[in-house]
């Protein structure tokens, strides 16, 4: 080839790579896009060949090629975004701590490491090398991009000039100083907000003002206030909010039966806790020789709450009801939630109602959604549709004789519908749970178990088809929607968990592929009624990924759903209510391409926002819990429990009593031989006795001491403590 042509050519090809829009090609597809027929195809190569040898295109391993500055600006971007990566800090009482990357695993940040980060701080990271032996990724921090947390809940410790807050988050290290003119009038003992004006440097403790005081740590209901505030859960609706739940009507007006299937005569019933005052849904079942016909009815917040409103910006805002031990934090003012919006019994009720036609297996065969009016006629508890399902009173047999025959009815459909949920895999978890009962003063005089039966089961039941219902109506309609999604778990996450159950001698299937929710259904089958099977369910759960709230319906790993969402619950989740509105708009014809424009542009904020504030919502009543379990246990220090290992680490073994109190044996507690951590079997070995610790073991143990500020328990086996108290009796007679 002639040069001059050669050089022309090298430019045209020159020119082409460097196109912005040009993704690395092989020869091949370049020539195509030169429109070179077969035949001529091969007078590209030289061209190729002579701008590889001079520098300025280079090819990858797959043979493509790209412009070597191109190539070279991209492998700097590359190994830039592999030095630095941005996260949250999440701080340790120890000094050290963690920094959440999304989508990847948290980074270790050793104290010296973590450049004076704080918890909640926006950081920028430089990622070193493992450990040896070490299996997650260590780093620094290089720069700290922003403070998010400005205000901190402790406790206000006073001095003559100055006073100190000790954080109640224990993940936020540093106690904070506080200057005389900014204690705000708190006085020694006190639980406090305090503003943070300054986060603290090696050599100076972090300053702030204190801004609210919340009351002394002893008087009754102040810890839960401050674990409230310290999750920024709002409390008090703002006078606007109240003043328009004040102007809705306290009853049904007439203008609102307009157009409405009246439900009034049918016989409808609310079944929740004996203490509930929220009730958003009623049920009613008649039947034929042709099956059931099941109906959920769930109050029409919408109706009341408009978009836009105070109402509903409060609403999204709480995102969800929280319920404490002592009190219950409303998303709505109680005017709506325990008035108007609540099925009462005897009173007329506007509700959003799914109406299921169920062949005799238990299968929706016909739905219909509809505006309804209706009419509950019993208020009943779970307790009672226990006992009248079971025929232990006859005095409540006698007194809801007429719903009896319906109850019995709802039990064997729910049987049927439970039924065809675990034939596709459905995955049931049930855990112990327990409902921690305060004396007036706010201390926790006993743990009682908080009973799954027959009745909580039925109504679990009901719900759970009505939201696969109404989320597969929508999901085929391809209407802007909120769904409740649950994705599959992280295969190697879940690999670490199944060979763990191998070594538990539980049979397990799948080996580096992707677990189906039958396969965890056989698991939880085979673990059913062993000591290990509440500690196993829990090792599962954690290995699986958090349900969110999204725009897509991308199904439910956990149910084996298909369609999923949250429909039955708006008086105290936000997603249920705006899904409401969805529907409601689809019924009466308005949900033009115009509407479903704005919804699909406000529902990713509104999923977003919902997930949060769950999560918030969570982490304060799984605080509470902690904390007044740890409360309870002080009266109780030298009482001997039967309890089950629930976990087992390198530093000791975790016991879970019959009440569910959790508490740690250290394994400097264990007298008679070095333990050491399998963490493969997750056991504790003795190298001398070979005695072992494992998970799901039943021990004896003595309540040693509980921390009510760490809300922790300690105990101690058993046989080690009478070991312990023989050989002091012993130094006692010496």
Known sequence: MKREKLEKRKKVVLSLLLHPQYKPMRAKEIAMIFELPKG??????????????????????????????????????????????????????????????????DVYISEEDTKQAVHQDRVRIRLKEKASGGRRMQGEVVKILEHTLTEVVGTFEKSKKYGFVIPDNLKFSKDIFIPQENTNGARHGDKVVVQLVHYGSKKKSPEGKITEILGNIREPGVDILAVVKSHGIPTEFPPKVQKQAWRIPDHVLGGDYAGRLDLRSWTIVTIDGEDAKDLDDGVSLTWDEEGYHLGVHIADVTNYVQEGSALDVEAQ????????????????????????????????????????????????????????????????????????????????????????????????????????????????????????????????????????????????????????????????????????THDRPDSEKMEVLLTLLRSQKIPVQKAHAEVTPGEVQKIMKYIQGSPKEAQISRMILRSMKQAQYTTQCSGHFGLAAEYYCHFTSPIRRYPDLQIHRIIKEHLRGRLSQERQQHYRRILDEVARQSSVTERRAEEAEREVEKMKKAEYMPYHIGE???????????????????????????????????????????????????????????????????????????????????????????????
């Open 640 to 734: 001997i429990y039967q309890g089950v290992i629930s976990g087992v680490t390198g530093w000791g073994f975790y016991v879970e009593l019959p009440n569910t109190v959790e508490g740690l044996v250290h394994v400097n507690s264990l007298r008679r031989d070095y333990f050491v951590y399998d963490s493969q079997k997750q056991e504790l070995v003795g190298e001398l006795t070979k005695k072992t610790y494992a998970l799901g073991d039943r021990v004896t143990v003595r309540v040693a001491d509980a921390d009510c500020v760490m809300k922790t328990v300690d105990f101690v086996v058993q046989s080690d403590r009478d070991d312990e108290d023989e050989s002091t009796k012993e130094r006692d007679r010496i």
């Open 317 to 484: 805002k709480r995102g969800t009801s929280v319920y404490l031990a002592d009190r219950v934090i409303p998303m709505l003012p109680p005017r709506l939630s325990n008035g108007i919006c609540s099925l009462n019994q005897g009173q007329e009720r506007l509700a959003l109602s799914c109406l299921m036609d169920l062949d005799k297996n238990g299968k929706v065969i016909h739905h219909r959604i509809a505006e309804t009016v209706i009419q509950v006629k019993e208020r009943m508890n779970y307790s009672d549709v226990r006992d009248i399902l079971a025929g232990d009173s006859p005095e409540l047999l006698e007194r809801y004789e007429e719903l009896v025959p319906m109850f019995q009815k709802m039990e064997k459909l729910s049987g049927l519908i439970r039924k065809e949920r675990k034939r596709r895999g459905a995955v049931d978890f049930d855990f112990p749970e327990s409902k921690i009962l305060l004396s007036r003063s706010g201390r926790p005089i006993d743990i009682v178990p908080h009973e799954t039966n027959t009745a909580t089961r039925l109504i679990e039941d009901f719900m759970l088809l009505a939201n696969e219902t109404v989320a597969k109506e929508f999901c085929c309609r391809e209407l802007p929607f909120v769904y409740r």
């Open 40 to 105: 001529r195809r091969k007078e590209l190569y030289p061209v190729l060949d002579a701008l590889v040898e001079e520098g300025k295109i280079v090819t990858d391993r797959r043979g493509r090629y790209e412009a070597a500055e191109r190539a070279k600006s991209k492998k700097k971007e590359k190994d830039k975004k592999n030095a630095y990566i941005e996260g949250i800090f999440v701080g340790h009482p120890k000094g050290f701590g963690f920094v959440e990357i999304e989508g990847q695993e």
